[in-house]
């Protein structure tokens, strides 16, 4: 550094409409949630903001485990921590994937020493039960994973038969939640799933940097016959869960700011209800995919097994990705996401999640999209992609 002193100013980030896969953008009470007051990670008061946290998270994953908790980091520690805590070296594991995200559970597992087996299925399509059914059967293994909501590609994967199959093998069946929970049914208890795993930035609503995760009586039973101390110290469940429950013992200098934020965005979903959050999500969903489609636009993702929070759009032949992304976010301040892997620069992803899924946005949104389209000579028919969005919307 040169002796000189220089001037920094206070950071001053822009007002940004977020419509990318996450973050999405904050309710107003999450938002004060972060500028609250810091407290010592072992102040009572704390204390019941982490239980309250934890009841809410039962609630948006529908379930009654005991074992609920959050790991510090975000949606990938989540990924990491859930397959660290069940898996040992040697284990055999079945991942099925159909995009980027499944492709890192691949990758995680393998990390741990597990001997992954993987069920591919084309980008775009869900991961077919019947593959899996063969694969389970072949190789026997201790954890079945899928992702839910397949961020990179725009599908939802259906979760029940996957599961089925996985318990009439014996494995645990672990599912990757990040991009649906809190606006998408995630019914853990009725799903049986046993190792689930979310992140705070997506539908929950909440600024990254937390990965709630919850475990079920028979993934418990599996950590608590390890054989092998949980790879990794920072996120082995059964030290953070002393921690989380009564004993309070110290383990990590929990984030303490991220915890509120996370309570709040939780007591906001409690008090919208998962139904009326569902059908929110679901109903600006119909309205971007309707105005998309009638600007002439094509989707990515079969249209079977469509994905509520993350519509997956292809770029136009002659279109630049770079120049209309750019465009949105610098002339109307509204991001959206490109595409992952060999999907560089040929697809757009928009996210439908938490306090960003409301009507104004999409509207919003298709009205941008329009203009940047036609800059770059793709023909749309005028004011199409409002039109059929409000068509929708009533
Ligand atoms: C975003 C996402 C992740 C990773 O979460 P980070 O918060 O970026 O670490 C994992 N899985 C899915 C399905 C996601 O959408």
Redesign the pocket.
């Known amino acids: 550094m040169s002796s000189e002193k220089r001037e920094y100013a206070p950071i001053n980030p822009p007002e940004r409409i977020l419509m990318a896969?996450?973050p999405c953008n904050l309710h107003p009470a999450v938002q004060r949630a972060a500028i609250a007051p810091l407290m010592g990670h072992m102040d009572p008061v704390l204390f019941q903001i982490m239980d309250d946290t934890v009841d809410l998270l039962r609630y948006a994953f529908q379930t009654e485990n005991g074992l609920t908790l959050v790991f510090p980091?975000?949606?990938?520690?989540?990924?990491s921590g859930s397959f660290m805590n069940v898996v040992e070296p040697g284990d055999r594991v079945v991942v099925g994937v159909g995009g980027v995200?499944a492709g890192?559970m691949v990758d995680v597992a393998s990390r741990l020493g597990a001997d992954v087996k993987v069920v591919e299925t084309p980008w775009g399509t869900a991961v077919d039960p019947e593959a899996m059914r063969q694969a389970i059967r072949q190789h026997q293994p201790k954890v079945v994973a899928v992702?839910?909501?397949?961020?990179?590609t725009g599908v939802e994967q259906p979760l029940a038969e996957i599961g089925q199959i996985a318990h009439e093998h014996g494995a645990l069946y672990l599912v990757?939640?990040?991009?649906?929970l809190g606006g998408v049914d995630v019914p853990v208890d009725k799903l049986d799933i046993d190792v689930c795993y979310s992140?705070?930035?997506?539908c929950l609503g909440a600024p990254?940097g937390l990965?709630p995760v919850t475990f079920s009586e028979r993934a418990v039973e599996v950590m608590r016959n390890r054989k092998t101390k949980t790879l990794d110290w920072y996120l082995d469940a059964s030290m953070l869960e002393k921690y989380w429950n009564k004993e309070r013992v110290y383990h990590h200098t929990a984030p303490v700011l991220m915890i509120y934020t996370l309570r709040e965005a939780l007591r906001i979903v409690y008090e919208e209800g998962l139904e009326a959050r569902f059908t929110r999500h679901r109903r600006c969903a119909e309205a971007l995919v309707a105005g998309l489609q009638a600007m002439g636009l094509k989707l990515f993702a079969d249209p079977a097994v469509r994905l509520v929070s993350?519509t997956s759009v292809v770029v136009p032949e002659g279109v630049d990705d770079g120049k209309v992304r750019a465009g949105l976010l610098n002339e109307y301040g509204i991001e959206i996401a490109g595409g992952l892997g060999a999907y560089r620069g040929k697809m757009w992803r928009i996210g439908v999640m938490g306090y960003s899924a409301q009507p104004k946005n999409i509207l919003l949104l298709l009205a941008a999209l329009e203009t940047m389209l036609r800059r770059q000579g793709f023909k749309v028919p005028d004011g199409a992609g409002v039109a059929a969005a409000e068509m929708v919307l009533g």
């Open positions: 896969p996450g980091g975000t949606g990938g520690a989540g990924m995200f890192r992702v839910h909501g397949e961020t990179s990757d939640t990040v991009a649906t992140g705070s930035q997506k990254p990965a993350v």
